[in-house]
């Protein structure tokens, strides 16, 4: 347990180094970057896992593939003080009670190994607090949360791993 802990720590200080930048979007892959018009609100680490389910393919019937199921992350600060959490729909949650869903709006390559870089268009943020006012997050520098390797089919169907992984969250609000 120590040993998940220390990796955990190194985590949280490469992500914390990231976490007091700015992003530049110009420089980011089209499909993810903020429409103009949106200003960086709040910048997140995001560390947790992805839940994966052996199942069988629906478009080739007798095939298996490990399915996204859904994702579970705490939601750390430039200071690694936990601030929130992120989970399936998706949803990010302040500890102040405020939160957000959303809809994927773009994807890009996250590299070898690591979830894909995403941009969501948020909803109508559900109180009052560190999310009210949300427009859009972003999903960058992540780590990890790919597909198990290891084998799926008809003998393991059912069967769930999860996947650590990492990733920046990056939340934007309209410009005034």
Known sequence: MSAIRSILAASLVVGATSASAMVDNAALPAPVQVPAGNTMKLWTVGIGEITYA?????DAPGGYAWTFVAPVATLFDKDNKAIGKYYG??????????KITGKQQGMAPGGD????LQLVKAAPAEGMGAMQGVSFV?????????????ACGKANAGAEQQVR????????????
């Open 54 to 58: 052996c199942r069988e393919k629906a």
């Open 89 to 98: 729909g998706p949803t990010w949650e302040s500890a102040d009670g405020s």
């Open 113 to 116: 190994g690591n979830i894909a």
């Open 138 to 150: 972003q999903r960058l520098n992540t780590k990890g949360g790919v597909a198990p390797a290891a």
């Open 165 to 176: 992984y990492q990733a920046d969250y990056v939340f934007y609000r309209a410009s005034m």
